[in-house]
C-alpha cells in the first residue's frame, strides 16, 4: 500500500472486497449525500412536469447504470435510455472501446436521441475524459439540457492532459455538467492487488454506480412525494399482478420511450 489517500491509495493488499466495497460505499455516501439531494430534486421536477429524464452511456461499462435504471422493477417508469448498441459491449469490448474514442459520433447520437432545451440527462462515465462522454456533455449543454454526470475526479486529476484517450478539447466531464455526482474510482478501476501476481483484480465501478444510482432514485421519490407527486414506478413483471399493474405504464410509454 502506497502513502496517497484514500482512493489514491487503491489497489491494496490484505483487505477483502466485501470490505473495500463498505469503505467506498461509506465514503460515497458521506462526501456525496448532498448532491444526491440535489440530483433528486433535479430529477423530479422534470418528472413532476411529465418530462423524462433521458440516460447516457458512452461506452464500456457505463452501460451498466443506465441498464440498471432502466425498465427495472422498483425503479422509474419516467426515464428514457439513449442506448446505442454499435458502442456497446455487446458487439465487443475492443470495439466498443474504440468506438468511444471516436470524435462527433456521440455528438451525433445526442442529435437523434433529440436532446432539447431543459432536458434533464444524465451521463454515466467512470474515466470521463473520452471523446465520446466529452461530446455527450458538450452537445447536451450547447443544447440547453440540464445535466448530471457521474464518474470519477481521480481519472481526470489524474491522467496527463496529453494523454491519447483525452478528448481533443482536454475537458473533463466534471468541469462541463451542472452537477456531478462522484465515484471516486481509482486509475485503473480495480482495489486488490494480490501477492505473486502481477495484474490488480476486482473493479470497483459496477459496485459504486449501482449505489449512486439507487441514491438518486432514493432522493427523487422522496422529493416528489413532498411535492404531493406519486411518482411511476415498475413493478417486476414476475410478481403476481406485476404484468398487470405496469400495462397502463406500458401504453403509455410505448411511443415516448424509445428503448421501452
Known sequence: MNNNKWPRNYPVSGKSILEIAKEFLDKIEELQ???FVKAGKIMGD????????????TGGHTYVPVLDMSHRAGAFVTVNPTLDVSSSPINGGT????VERVHGY???LMSYFRVKKDDVVIIFNNIGINAGTIDAALECKERGA???GVGSSIWQEDIPMDHY???KSKKNLMDIVDLFIDDYNPIGDTVIKIEGFDRTI???????DAYIVRRMEEETVKYMLSKGVEPKIWVSANCVGGDEANEKYEEEYWYKV???
Open 146 to 148: 440540464i445535466v448530471i
Open 165 to 167: 484517450t483525452r478528448h
Open 202 to 208: 476486482c473493479p470497483i465501478s459496477t459496485i459504486t
Open 33 to 35: 449525500v448532498e448532491n
Open 46 to 57: 422534470k418528472m413532476i412536469e411529465g418530462g423524462l429524464v433521458k440516460l447516457v452511456a
Open 106 to 108: 456521440f455528438r451525433a
Open 95 to 98: 470495439r466498443s472501446i474504440r
Open 258 to 260: 424509445k428503448m421501452l
